[in-house]
T-cell receptor, first 115, second 112 residues
Framework: DAGVIQSPRHEVTEMGQEVTLRCKPI?????LFWYRQTMMRGLELLIY????????DSGMPEDRFSAKMPNASFSTLKIQPSEPRDSAVYFC?????????????FGPGTRLTVL | SQQGEEDPQALSIQEGENATMNCSYK?????LQWYRQNSGRGLVHLIL?????REKHSGRLRVTLDTSKKSSSLLITASRAADTASYFC????????????FGQGTELSVKP
């Protein structure tokens, strides 16, 4: 398997623009997680899905952030409008309940810079 | 404060020395996991220890878990320059299966 795939790897945008980050989890995995990592706040869980259904979105900073998982092989994280403080590395991860351990497999991340 | 807090925040050692990192947590857990992150990359799972286990080994890695003290340690023996990375502990909270809570990480630097 190719692992968790994220796109784009780098995104530079201007304040106020809409940003869409994409994730393809490992085939067969039933959990998908979105994280944000910054120097100041470390690794924060934003939202996670189980079988395409959002389970916990309490980490989503505000209404400007939204996430969808229309099918088992694709998820998006959207920021609209973007602000400079959203600059961070965003990671997607997936896991498989049947492993019984909740080990998470991370994608390479999307480095977002909002000017 | 954080569910997982790690100590030290940064550690610098010479190649060949052992590196020990500690993690403390606050609530009952199903398991505790350690992950590694190389600069600019995603996290990679290293090792998992279940709540009913006390020690586990994997190659040069040794993990201990003390549920009475709510703490864990990761020991890397005979460190190499390639071990330079950030190391995170993550806990799966009891009865909250599926979600992991990550600590702030320990930044390890191994000098050749």
């Amino acid at each position: 398997d190719a692992g968790v795939i994220q796109s784009p790897r780098h995104e530079v945008t201007e304040m106020g623009q809409e940003v869409t980050l994409r994730c393809k989890p490992i085939s067969g995995h039933d959990y998908l997680f979105w994280y944000r990592q910054t120097m100041m706040r470390g690794l924060e869980l934003l939202i996670y899905f189980n079988n395409n259904v959002p389970i916990d979105d309490s980490g989503m900073p505000e209404d400007r952030f939204s996430a969808k998982m229309p099918n088992a092989s694709f998820s998006t994280l959207k920021i609209q409008p973007s602000e400079p403080r959203d600059s961070a590395v965003y990671f997607c991860a997936s896991s498989d309940t049947w492993e019984g351990t909740d080990t998470q497999y991370f994608g390479p991340g999307t480095r977002l810079t909002v000017l | 404060s954080q569910q997982g807090e790690e100590d030290p925040q940064a550690l610098s050692i010479q190649e060949g020395e052992n590196a020990t990192m500690n993690c403390s947590y606050k609530t009952s857990i199903n398991n505790l996991q350690w992950y590694r992150q190389n600069s600019g990359r995603g996290l990679v799972h290293l090792i998992l220890i279940r709540s009913n286990e006390r020690e586990k080994h994997s190659g040069r890695l040794r993990v201990t878990l003390d549920t009475s003290k709510k703490s864990s340690s990761l020991l890397i023996t005979a460190s190499r320059a390639a071990d330079t990375a950030s190391y995170f502990c993550a806990t799966e909270i009891y009865n909250q299966g599926g979600k992991l809570i990550f600590g702030q990480g320990t930044e390890l630097s191994v000098k050749p």
